[in-house]
């Protein structure tokens, strides 16, 4: 987990880090020690609503997108270099494509699989950090698949 915080005070925000991760089974490593399993990169969120794939991928291609990809059945999800977010924004308003949000995050580049009593203690985690006022975003390179899921949500 990479997680990004923004604070005042260095020392709270870290001491409140600290206990999130260890009362749920985690240690807190030296800051950047793990910056080496993500990447930044521009993540545009565009609605499907009567926009094909492929009509995403031509509008943003010259843009310096990376990729498109299908987030979910509403939306897909453009990738591009942190450079090159604002003229993949500009590209798809230039063609008429309305997107949902814009912007610069973290994203792995290995994901671990994981079992049900691994993700249930990974989302307790996240559901810790997440209280936290300093912390702003928590980045993760787990994967949950889809049957897990369900268990967990039932």
């Given at each position: 987990?990479?997680?990004?915080?923004?604070?005042?005070?260095?020392n709270?925000?870290?001491?409140?880090?600290?206990?999130?991760?260890?009362r749920?089974?985690?240690?807190?490593?030296?800051?950047?020690?793990?910056?080496?399993?993500?990447?930044?990169?521009?993540?545009?969120?565009?609605p499907?609503?009567?926009?094909?794939?492929?009509?995403?991928?031509?509008?943003?291609?010259?843009?310096?997108?990376?990729?498109?990809?299908?987030?979910?059945?509403?939306n897909?999800?453009?990738v591009?270099?942190?450079?090159?977010l604002?003229?993949?924004?500009t590209?798809?308003?230039?063609?008429?494509?309305?997107y949902?949000?814009a912007?610069?995050?973290?994203?792995?580049?290995?994901?671990v699989?994981l079992?049900?009593?691994?993700?249930?203690?990974?989302?307790r985690?996240?559901?810790?950090?997440?209280?936290?006022?300093?912390?702003?975003?928590?980045?993760?390179?787990?994967?949950?698949?889809?049957?897990?899921?369900?268990?967990?949500d039932?």
């Amino acid at each position: 987990m990479l997680v990004e915080c923004l604070t005042d005070n260095r020392n709270r925000a870290a001491s409140e880090v600290r206990v999130a991760l260890t009362r749920n089974g985690g240690s807190l490593a030296d800051p950047g020690s793990v910056s080496y399993l993500f990447n930044r990169k521009g993540v545009v969120i565009v609605p499907k609503s009567g926009t094909s794939e492929d009509d995403v991928m031509m509008a943003v291609l010259d843009a310096g997108a990376e990729e498109v990809n299908e987030l979910d059945e509403d939306n897909f999800e453009v990738v591009s270099e942190a450079g090159d977010l604002v003229a993949v924004r500009t590209a798809l308003q230039d063609a008429g494509i309305d997107y949902e949000s814009a912007e610069s995050k973290f994203l792995p580049s290995v994901t671990v699989p994981l079992d049900e009593d691994s993700a249930k203690k990974v989302f307790r985690l996240l559901d810790a950090l997440e209280d936290s006022d300093d912390v702003q975003d928590v980045y993760a390179n787990f994967d949950v698949p889809d049957d897990v899921l369900a268990k967990i949500d039932a």
